[in-house]
């Protein structure tokens, strides 16, 4: 088993940053594809980013394109997303997820889910 811990919500201006993170505990993820979902209040969850394995190849939805970068430290165990320049509707709970073969925006792909952070952007 895979437990996924998420930290680095918060509330934050229109035009911030924030720094997410995702640690693992269980079991090397290293060879996991690991994501970032987020679900917005009364929307469904959707993808927002994700890395393969070996980190050399990522996803981004258009929402997060040249704003957001995904990274993570397999020696570590982690994974981390970078969002600048946000938005009021980047608000949302945002979940990291991991796979061994996942389709980038199919949930139903990832095995692990962890519980979610608050991510809060005021106008």
């Known amino acids: 088993q895979v437990q996924l811990v998420e930290s680095g919500g918060g509330l934050v201006q229109a035009g911030g940053s924030l720094r997410l993170s995702c640690t693992a505990s269980g079991r090397t993820v290293s060879n996991y594809v690991m994501g970032w979902f987020r679900q917005a209040p009364g929307k469904e969850r959707e993808v927002v980013a994700g890395i393969r394995a070996s980190g050399g190849s990522t996803f981004y939805a258009d929402s997060a394109k040249g704003r957001f970068t995904i990274s993570r430290d397999n020696a570590k165990n982690t994974v981390s997303l970078q969002m600048n320049s946000l938005k009021p509707e980047d608000t949302a709970v945002y979940y990291c997820?991991?796979?061994?073969?996942?389709?980038?925006?199919?949930?139903?792909?990832?095995?692990?889910w962890g519980q979610g952070t608050q991510v809060t952007v005021s106008s």
């Open positions: 997820a991991a796979g061994r073969v996942v389709l980038w925006g199919a949930e139903r792909s990832y095995e692990f």
